[in-house]
């Protein structure tokens, strides 16, 4: 396969996916078989929020190849950052994102950016401005550790560990359940993991209630069933998430705890495995029976990140840039 991207920030194609699967597969076997491949070049992961598993994971898959990873968190060691084009800057931010996202370019080769959503400002969440600004003015390949409406690397960790755990030639049955949460969460998770699963084709449906329709433009295609019984019946994954209104943009509509995922809301789907990103907040998203039985798949998905972020930043070295 000859697929080819300079920035990794979203689904791009089945045959990339598929190849980023396979590559990860080969590298969990073998984790440093390209140690060489690196050598010399340095990434940076600028984290503006935090971060246990990108974090790790991405440092761990750089010095897999070779590389050499910096990490800065932006948001506690950073500048304060103006966001706003044309600001006159005579308030509390001290740097512009365009002066320091150019600076940046200049020290890495690949940059690896995590930038949450404001969920009060859709308009700019929804152009993912500030993944969108790194772009713009690094001249350096970016890769997202999860943007205002996406997480990469989650989704293709996600794939990775649904590859492992399916049956050979069965098209697997994938439900993504909303989960009640106490505060108001972003959808770049779920929406990444619905661009995904239904991007390598897999049998995908979408369970929340009324009003949690996530953007469209992630979940053409996939059947919505409101009813949570009726789309989990024989399953064979189930992604617990949490999101907030993205219509009532980042507002919370429902607390109905029924909707934590427990054993009882599997008796007709014997086979189904758990999945969730991590970091769960126990007994609100999902109940510890599941989180610590053996339907659960959250640690191989934890564990999938390293070879997820290794598989692309060896595509990224392999790209010329
Ligand atoms: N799943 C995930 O991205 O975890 P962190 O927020 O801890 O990196």
């Given at each position: 396969m000859n697929s080819s991207i300079t920035h990794f920030t979203q689904f791009d194609s089945k045959a990339l996916g598929e190849q980023l699967i396979q590559d990860a597969l080969y590298f969990k076997?073998?984790?440093?078989?390209?140690?060489?491949?690196?050598?010399?070049?340095?990434?940076?992961?600028?984290?503006?929020?935090?971060?246990?598993?990108?974090?790790?994971?991405?440092?761990?898959?750089?010095?897999?190849?070779?590389?050499?990873?910096?990490?800065?968190?932006?948001?506690?060691?950073?500048?304060?950052?103006e966001m706003k084009e044309g600001a006159i800057m005579n308030q509390g931010t001290v740097e512009h994102i365009k002066d320091a996202a150019g600076v940046l370019g200049t020290y890495f080769d690949i940059l690896a950016i995590r930038a949450f959503p404001t969920l009060t400002d859709k308009e700019s969440d929804i152009n993912d401005y500030v993944i969108s600004q790194f772009m713009k003015y690094t001249g350096t390949p970016i890769v997202s550790l999860e943007s205002a409406i996406r997480h990469p690397l989650q989704s293709l960790a996600d794939q990775i560990t649904i590859r492992e755990h399916s049956q050979e030639n069965k098209k697997p049955k994938v439900?993504?359940?909303?989960?009640?949460?106490?505060?108001?969460?972003?959808?770049?998770?779920?929406?990444?993991?619905?661009?995904?699963?239904?991007g390598m084709e897999h049998d995908l449906t979408i369970t929340h209630p009324e009003g949690y329709e996530l953007d469209e433009k992630f979940t053409k295609g996939v059947k919505i069933e409101y009813n949570q019984s009726k789309a989990l019946e024989d399953a064979d994954f189930v992604?617990?998430?949490?999101?907030?209104?993205?219509?009532?943009?980042?507002?919370?509509?429902c607390t109905d705890t029924s909707?934590?995922?427990?054993?009882?809301?599997?008796?007709?789907?014997?086979?189904?495995k758990i999945m969730h990103c991590l970091p769960v907040r126990r007994n609100v998203e999902l109940s510890d029976e599941m989180l610590d039985g053996p339907r659960s798949l959250v640690q191989k998905q934890a564990e999938n990140r390293i070879y997820a972020a290794q598989s692309v930043i060896n595509h990224l070295l392999d790209s010329n840039f």
């Open positions: 076997t073998n984790p440093r078989a390209d140690i060489t491949k690196g050598r010399g070049k340095r990434i940076g992961c600028i984290f503006l929020n935090p971060s246990l598993r990108t974090r790790v994971s991405t440092q761990i898959a750089a010095q897999n190849l070779g590389m050499e990873p910096i990490v800065l968190n932006m948001d506690k060691e950073g500048w304060a950052l439900v993504l359940t909303w989960a009640p949460h106490i505060k108001a969460i972003p959808h770049a998770v779920a929406n990444s993991f619905a661009e995904w699963t239904s992604y617990v998430k949490n999101w907030s209104s993205f219509q009532d943009y980042g507002k919370i509509h909707w934590m995922l427990t054993e009882d809301h599997l008796k007709n789907a014997p086979n189904a």
